[in-house]
C-alpha cells in the first residue's frame, strides 16, 4: 500500500495559494485515480482505492502546514505503511516556479510541513516532491508570499507542475521511486 501526502492549509482562503501546490496535485490524483477524497479522520481528509492493482491512499492533511506531521503519522501508523512506501508533495521557495524535484531523503530546509514530518516519522529519509514557487521579492515576507496566490504569469508553469507531480506519483505506483526520480528530476 503507497500513501502520498499533499501538503497545504484547510479552508477556502488557502485554496489555490502558493503553500497548497501539495493539495492541488491530490485533487488532480483523486480525479485520475477515481479515488474521492470522502473520509475523514486521522486529523486529515482522506481516499483510498487501487490504480492499476496498487492500493492507494491520497491525504490531505488538515492540521494546518506547521502540524502535517500529525496526520501522516496516523495515517501511517493505522494501516502499517512502510517509510518507503510515503511520498510527500510541497511547495519549495528555493526552486523556480514550476520546477519540479524528487528527492528520497533531505533536510526540512526552513519547510514547516516538512519540519513537522520529519519529526513525526524520527526520519529526513522519505521520498518527496518539491514543486518550485521561487523566493518572494525584496521587501515582501515569507509568509505572506506563500499564502499568496500565483501571478497570472506563473498559472500556466505551476499547472504543468501539477500535471507532472500526478504522472510521476502515477509512475511511482508502477516503479521504484529512484527509476521515477531519474526520468523526472532530468526535465
Known amino acids: 500500500m ?37 473520509q475523514s479522520k486521522f486529523k486529515g481528509l482522506y481516499g483510498m482505492g487501487f490504480y492499476n492493482g496498487e492500493k492507494a491512499i491520497l491525504l490531505k492533511p488538515l492540521t494546518y502546514m506547521n502540524l502535517s506531521g500529525e496526520s501522516i503519522r496516523a495515517v501511517m501508523d493505522y494501516y502499517e505503511i512502510a517509510q518507503e512506501d510515503l511520498l510527500v508533495i510541497y511547495d519549495d521557495l528555493d526552486l523556480p516556479v514550476g520546477k519540479i524535484r524528487l528527492r528520497q531523503k533531505g533536510s526540512p530546509g526552513g519547510h514547516n510541513g516538512i519540519k513537522s514530518t520529519v519529526a513525526h516519522l524520527g526520519t529526513q529519509e522519505f521520498n518527496r516532491i518539491r514543486i518550485g514557487i521561487d523566493r518572494p521579492q525584496a521587501g515582501m515576507s515569507v509568509p505572506d508570499y506563500v499564502l499568496g496566490r500565483f501571478r497570472p504569469d506563473e498559472k500556466a508553469p505551476m499547472e504543468e507542475a501539477v500535471k507532472k507531480s500526478a504522472e510521476a506519483c502515477t509512475a511511482w505506483l508502477e516503479k521504484p521511486f529512484l527509476q521515477v526520480m531519474n526520468e523526472y528530476n532530468q526535465s
Open 2 to 38: 503507497k500513501l502520498i501526502v499533499g501538503l497545504g492549509n484547510p479552508g477556502k482562503q488557502y485554496e489555490h495559494t502558493r503553500h497548497n501546490i501539495g493539495f492541488e496535485v491530490i485533487d488532480a490524483l483523486s480525479s485520475t485515480f477515481s479515488i474521492p477524497l470522502n
